[in-house]
């Protein structure tokens, strides 16, 4: 079973456009929930994460939105670029044995 | 600073076979997992590390088996391999106090034929 659902499983936006990604999860023993990039040929990295306490977090370009009551949360990739064409993957962490689970990805495509 | 390395980074088994992937990190972190990614279903945890000596199984640990006999390294063996093990494989390792932020290797690429 999935933990968590991510959509859309590909996304195609115009440079300088909003790109958006989201995630909806069941189970609410989840206590951190990282976006990581992942770019061809290369292992995924931790891109921004925001706790269930927190409604928004913001870093340059890269907002998460999160609403606990709805169990989602969503990136935001504004003004996006080609350099931001990637696979991007949620996640959820529980507990204090780093167990991540990931979404099943989105490819995204910035096109000029 | 290396990081997380893992060797091979391609590798062909006959249905059968078995093999060792390896993992290494030098950031002296205490946990370390194994990830597979298949298109379409994401990063799939099968086996994880809280440290050396302890390991426990993920979400698909059937035909893996791990050890973690120091912090350092963390091999993935397949014991027999199979046409559905063939996927990408990373390594991640991550330390106490840093929830969710995982540091991955550039994976291992296995075809089982």
């Known amino acids: 079973q999935q933990q968590v659902k991510q959509s859309p499983q590909s996304l195609i936006v115009q440079k300088g456009g909003i790109s958006i990604i989201n995630c909806a999860y069941e189970?609410?023993?989840?206590?951190?929930f990282p976006w990581y990039q992942q770019f061809p040929g290369k292992g995924p990295a931790l891109l921004i994460a925001?706790?269930?306490?927190?409604s928004e977090k913001k870093e340059g370009r890269f907002t998460i939105s999160f609403n606990k009551s709805a169990k989602q949360f969503s990136l935001h990739i504004m003004d996006s670029q080609p350099g931001d064409s990637a696979t991007y993957f949620c996640?959820?962490?529980?507990?204090?044995?780093?167990?991540?689970?990931f979404g099943i990805g989105t490819k995204l495509q910035v096109i000029p | 600073n290396a990081g997380v390395t893992q060797t091979p980074k391609f590798q062909v088994l006959k249905t059968g076979q078995s093999m060792t992937l390896q993992c290494a990190q030098d950031?002296?972190?205490?946990?370390m997992s194994w990830y597979r990614q298949d298109p379409g279903m994401g990063l799939r945890l099968i086996h994880y590390?809280?440290?050396?000596?302890?390991?426990d199984q993920g979400e698909v640990p059937n035909g893996y088996n791990v050890s973690r006999s120091t912090t350092e390294d963390f091999p993935l063996r397949l014991l027999s391999a199979a046409p559905s093990q063939t996927s990408v494989y990373f390594c991640?390792?991550?330390?106490?106090?840093?929830?969710?932020?995982?540091?991955f290797g550039e994976g291992s690429r296995l075809t089982v034929l």
């Open positions: 189970n609410t023993a989840f206590d951190y």
């Open positions: 991640a390792s991550t330390q106490e106090g840093r929830p969710g932020e995982l540091f």
């Open positions: 996640a959820l962490h529980s507990g204090g044995y780093q167990k991540v689970t």
């Open positions: 925001i706790r269930p306490d927190v």
């Open positions: 950031m002296n972190h205490e946990y």
């Open positions: 590390s809280v440290g050396a000596g302890i390991t």
